[in-house]
């Protein structure tokens, strides 16, 4: 009993709590959650500067100076719930040990969701250009485009889970997969363009489909990252060449495929099984970019079912005309 009691004493700060957790993380190969939690922590530990922080030290006071702080440096709000969200988890999963209690609302001060106003999706028009672009002499470029169009004609499958797909997961055109973050089976049809990438880029030794991973465990975590950025450098490049004002990233590929999949009229319960998303709430966060011209055009279509015969496009350019008018006369 006193045994148990020293170490739940022991785990009550939360670097020696964090560290046995990663430890398990390790173990069961999720490298990247075992990550993110030692970086969220040794943010939050620079923050305070006590390395001893225990969980009873966290307040939704202390907590929201914290939040403050990241602004006031140039984070995201994404960023910083980034940083919330794994910080809660930890206390969540501390609390169900038994190692502390949690109390009730001690989130509900800082930002824990998603802000889509970042637009991370294209247009099929710039996904074709993409398709089309000349890149003869350029191989780096050329197999990071290729990669995109794969991740997209694959229903917006992940970098991490691309490059991970083994020879064995797929069969008979047929590709089933688990996906790293959430665990789901998705099975995905392989249509004949997606065919063709795997077919250029076919790995005759080694358990993989694409040539980017050669080890597992630690050591194919530290490739995946390597090959994360070095893709994502490319893929600016390839977003300089086509003179996009959004750069294409890693995770453009997958929110366009949701974006473009929502406009062609397939219910959100369909992209949300198709992505392998946990819920349809998630799911909403990938359509919720969409432009402020979008959704005028929709509200302008839903005003003339009840104002019908006006045109509401030139009311709203003179409602424009007279606005700029009105700031113009120092009234702003």
Known sequence: MRQTNKRKEQMNTLITFVSSLSEELEQSGRHGTARAYHSS???????????QLTFS???PGLLKCYEQL????????????????????VCNQAASRGITRIPAGLFDEVFTGTDSSEKRAVNPAVIRRLRELDLQGNSTLETARDLFLLSFYLRGIPF??????????????MLRYRRSKTGRLLTVAVEPCAQEILRKYAVKN???????????????????????????????RLSALLGLKTNLTSYVARHSWATAAYRQGVPVAVISESLGHSSEKVTYTYLAS????????ANRKIIELIVPGRNTQSQANKFKKSACNFQKSGYD
């Open 206 to 236: 080694g358990v993989y489909l694409l040539p980017v991973l050669t080890k597992e465990g630690k050591g194919g975590y530290r490739q995946y990252q390597n090959a994360l950025r070095r893709y994502n450098l490319h893929l600016h």
């Open 160 to 173: 991490v889970d691309l490059i991970r797909l083994r020879k064995s997961d797929l069969s008979r055109g």
């Open 70 to 89: 990241l602004l006031a440096e140039g984070c995201k709000r994404n960023t910083v719930s980034l940083y919330m969200r794994m910080l809660r988890s």
């Open 41 to 51: 922590l040794n943010r939050l530990l620079e923050f305070t500067g006590n390395q």
């Open 290 to 297: 969409f432009d402020n011209r979008t959704l005028s055009r």
């Open 57 to 59: 030290d966290l307040t």
